[in-house]
């Protein structure tokens, strides 16, 4: 229903409110929205996002000029309507394309007008004119005269006015171009024609407007950076000369205070520092005086950052921690507002889901959100990684350079006294990039107090050479079956992932055209149950590959991106929220070394300095640590992670090679054996210095320890030489990852085998090739020779990894089952690495058999199913991953061959 603005704009101030006349009586008629959101309807003139947009820096008196606008297209900004009115009504601050704003089309260049009238209580002081973004060319008059100039979409601008100003009513007109598209620009995924994974455009206002009095020396900016090290905020003052006040409060009381001058850095004391984390993210607030009388607030959170060897590998640091920076790929856009949330209720909403499903960051994703978005990710304690929107060309495009640095300059310099960025993400997949590592030279000397990540997906699409300088190297790997680059003196991380999709019926932006970056998935339980499967492989890569974050893409559908774990509208979570969560506590959990994954084979890695190359074994019945060389090495380190025998909530290793034979602990040597005493035999995971720490069960207080290339359990500062403090946690760190052998059974390596069906009911059938697809078929003694032949197949090592398997065809040399597509089939070894990893598989202890581990599709096993054969996981998108018999379809009896 319209709604019908005759001459009431509400004017909101903190200690007043000002009721001021509409320009003339204009309409808002909001539009139809592709979806609705819950907080649509909410949205009305009267209460276009109300709160004070700037928590950085508050002033007691404003005036909102959020609102309904006169507008209109114009095909220029050359003759701005000064004194006439506008045909349309516009709610500002909704960008013009979205269907809260009531324009719902894109303008080219546009007006915007109203009026305003100033309390007289501000007589005297200098009356501001801000604006939180506006894309992208912005000009303003007041009362008809040109009051200022902006280029730049995503940063804050004021003008001073007071010059302009006139009793009574006062006119506004901004003028805005958002030409969108031409590559001279940042505008990050907005398109004029969006389609994939490029969006509806956002122009015009899209943040709040207001008005504020200030004194004629006054403060605009606060620069915050939290010292740790000195107990104390080191703080520049932006604005005016003069002599400042600073105060430090917590609960409301003064806890330190420290004057200085504008322009200069000031040591504000925080005696007794409350760190800010995810886990506790305490803010301290912030009161500024300027000698002239000028007062403001803020606040602040107490955390270092930085990066530093841990248990041997580089990671990233908080509060000289390391702290396993899981996020989501959070892109900001809304079905009725596009750039804009319809409130600051659903604004924060977003945040809180994310940190709800188990989340400690999320990357901003080639956007910058207003102020409050920053401020409820700092009070939420959601660290964020910070893109720079880039510019709409693939390739670089030279004549975008200054206005693509100069935003970047202004992003960087408004947002770096945000308590929760800790990285900085110049450019995303090689997306316009150009001059890399100058670029990151320019980023450190404006903040060199947070990680850089030069080019998030610096492995694929259209990236430049590496310059090498940046923090960070970042993989984007959607389904993630190989490992990532591994870190050198830089942080290995994962900036994309996942990307599983699924659609939600009556919850699509075009019904049926929703896609992902895989497979969609039919319902809750499929999509959650891939989910997990795949952050189990991020977790086996933390102490694997050394990987120190990774970010799943994404927490919302995006128009037709189905890949959320909400639907677009927020309406819908599509995933299970408990089983979301606890996969991500256990992600969490492994890398700071308190949990072990279960269900893997695991080797178990020295973090001590000039050691890394070590593992665990056991010889002759002890252990050691060795530097692996032999296939019997890498079997003598690898162990199954078994519930503790004597408390489940620990562990036990079994012996890979020595079933039923478990690491246990006897007069302070660790060996293995058969039966142990359970609580000689049980270890319990403790966050180590980088890793996991394994303390007796016990004998509490000692870890296990390799000392002298022996492994003992060790007591810091106790009676023995393997007791010694000297480099004792780092000795009694273990990472944790991956196996050295990757198969939990073995197979006769260059032997021929039949593979027989275990299913009940099916018993008689064997796996077989025909027309280069694999099947079942029923297989006797009196079979044709073909037949037999087909259902035979030589084991050699896997192509891909020799501690797995490749089954070559008995009667088409050098053809080896592989899946493509998900179908198993046989095929002609091309050499290339898609096919060697598609042709191995690692076997495992089935049920009555051995199950067929693919490397290269994550939780899939080679599966009969309705007589053909798949790689197929226990309850996913597809007719082969039903999860009925699925365990003894997976399970293979290892026979004689039927062929000689």
């Known amino acids: ?25 204009v309409e808002w008629v909001p539009k139809a929205p592709p979806l609705t959101t819950p907080w649509t309807a909410q949205v009305s003139p009267t209460n276009a996002l109300p709160e004070y947009p700037r928590p950085q820096l508050v002033r007691t008196e404003w005036q909102n000029l ?35 704003s009531g324009i719902k089309r894109h303008e080219d260049n546009m007006f915007y007008r109203r009026t305003f009238t100033v309390p007289s209580s501000w007589n005297g002081r200098q009356v501001k004119l801000n604006f939180g973004a506006v894309t992208w060319e912005t000009r303003v008059w007041v009362n008809g005269r040109q009051v200022g100039t902006h280029t730049g979409g995503f940063d804050a601008f004021s003008f001073d006015i007071t010059s302009a100003l006139t009793t009574g009513a006062n006119e506004i007109v901004v003028g805005v171009s958002s030409p969108v598209d031409g590559s001279r620009y940042p505008i990050g995924k907005q398109r004029r024609n969006p389609s994939g994974i490029f969006y509806t455009a956002a122009s015009g206002i899209w943040q709040t407007v207001w008005l504020e009095p200030v004194r004629a020396a006054n403060i605009t900016r606060l620069d915050t950076t939290p010292n740790v090290g000195a107990s104390a905020l080191d703080l520049t003052v932006q604005g005016s000369a003069g002599q400042v006040t600073a105060e430090v409060l917590s609960g409301g009381q003064v806890v330190g205070r420290q004057t200085g001058t504008t322009g200069t850095s000031l040591r504000v004391p925080v005696p007794n520092a409350r760190l800010w984390s995810p886990d506790d993210p305490f803010l301290y607030d912030l009161r500024v005086t300027l000698a002239s009388g000028d007062v403001v607030t803020g606040y602040f959170g107490m955390r270092s950052l930085g990066k530093a060897m841990v248990g041997g590998v580089m990671r990233p640091l908080l509060n000289g921690k390391f702290v396993f920076q899981q996020g989501t790929l959070d892109q900001g856009y809304w079905p009725d507002g596009i750039y804009t949330a319809p409130t600051d209720e659903a604004l924060r909403w977003d945040l809180e889901r994310q940190k709800a499903l188990g989340f ?38 030279p004549n975008s350079h200054a206005n693509y640095e100069s935003e970047l300059t202004r992003m960087v310099n408004q947002l770096k006294g945000i308590t929760s960025i800790v990285q900085w993400v110049p450019f995303n997949e090689g997306w316009g990039e150009y ?21 998030s997906g ?24 190989t490992g990532n680059r591994l870190p050198d003196n ?13 659609r939600v019926v009556g919850h699509e932006y075009e019904p049926g055209n929703g896609f992902a970056y895989g497979a969609l998935y039919p319902d809750e339980q499929s999509l959650t149950k891939r989910y997990e499967e795949i952050v189990k492989q991020v977790a086996r890569l933390i102490h694997t590959r050394g990987l120190s974050a990774s970010v799943y893409t994404e927490p919302y559908d995006v128009e037709n991106e189905v890949n959320g774990f909400y639907t677009y509208d927020r309406r819908v979570l599509k995933m299970t929220e408990s089983r979301v969560r606890a996969i991500n506590q256990e992600v969490l959990a492994v890398a700071n070394g ?33 530097v692996p060389g032999s296939d019997l090495d890498r079997l003598d380190a690898t162990f199954f992670p078994r519930p503790g025998l004597a408390d489940a909530s620990c562990l036990s290793f079994e012996s890979r090679n020595f079933p039923g034979q478990f690491l246990r602990h006897a007069n302070s040597r660790i060996g293995i054996a058969a039966n142990p005493a359970a609580a000689d035999a049980t270890f319990c995971a403790r966050d180590g210095s980088g890793g996991t720490a394994l303390e007796s069960y016990n004998v509490r207080g000692s870890f296990i320890r390799h000392f002298n290339a022996t492994v003992y359990l060790a007591r810091s500062g106790g009676p023995n030489p393997w007791d010694t403090p000297t480099s004792f946690a780092a000795d009694t760190t273990w990472a944790i990852g991956i196996a050295l052998w990757r198969s939990g059974a073995d197979l006769p390596v260059d032997q021929s085998r039949s593979f027989r069906v275990t299913t009940p009911g099916f018993t008689d059938r064997y796996l077989r090739h025909q027309n280069s697809l694999a ?65 191995t598989f690692c076997a495992q202890p089935g049920e009555g058999g051995v199950r067929l581990e693919s490397v290269n599709e994550l939780g899939t096993n080679i599966r009969h199913y309705q007589e053909e054969v798949w790689v197929a996981s226990n309850g996913g998108a597809h007719t082969y991953d039903n999860p009925a018999s699925y365990n003894q379809d997976v399970s293979w009896a290892v026979s004689s061959p039927w062929a000689p």
């Not at 229903?1 to 009586?25: C, D, E, F, N, Y």
């Not at 990684?385 to 693939?394: E, K, L, N, T």
């Not at 259902?791 to 501690?803: C, E, H, M, P, Q």
Request: proline share 5%.
């Open 360 to 397: 400690n960051m999320v990357r901003k994703h080639i956007k910058v959100e207003p102020a409050r978005w920053f401020y409820h990710a700092d009070r939420l304690g959601l660290m964020v990684w910070q893109d720079m929107p880039a510019v709409d060309a693939v390739d670089e495009v």
């Open 66 to 100: 959020n609102g309904v606008w006169e507008f209109a297209g114009a095909p220029n900004l050359t003759n701005p309507p000064i004194g006439r009115p506008l045909a349309e009504g516009v709610l500002v601050p909704y960008p013009i394309e979205s269907a809260l």
């Open 435 to 455: 001059d890399a590592g100058r670029i990151v030279n320019l980023v450190r000397s404006i903040d060199n107090t947070r990680l850089i990540n030069h080019n």
């Open 594 to 626: 308190t949990a072990v994954g279960p269900d893997d084979l695991v080797s178990l890695r020295v973090t001590t300095s000039g050691y890394t190359d070590r593992y665990l074994r056991h010889q002759n019945g002890l252990a050691r640590t060795d």
């Open 1 to 25: 229903m319209a709604r019908r603005i005759l001459s009431v704009l509400v004017g909101i101030l903190i200690t007043a409110t000002t009721v001021v006349p509409a320009a003339h009586a």
């Open 490 to 502: 830089r942080v290995a991380m994962l900036g994309e992932f996942g990307g599983l999709g699924r």
């Open 458 to 481: 610096s492995n694929c699409c259209v990236s430049d050479p590496d310059p090498g300088n940046g923090d960070v190297i970042d993989d984007h790997a959607y389904q993630i079956t």
């Open 775 to 839: 099947r079942t078929d029923v297989v006797t003694s009196t079979s044709d020779g073909l037949l037999k032949a087909d259902s035979t197949f030589v084991i050699r090592r896997g192509l891909a990894d020799s501690t797995c398997y490749s089954l070559e065809s008995r009667n088409f040399p050098n053809n080896y089952l592989r899946h493509a597509d998900f179908r198993v089939r046989l095929s002609a070894n091309d050499n290339t690495d898609l096919f060697r990893r598609d042709a």
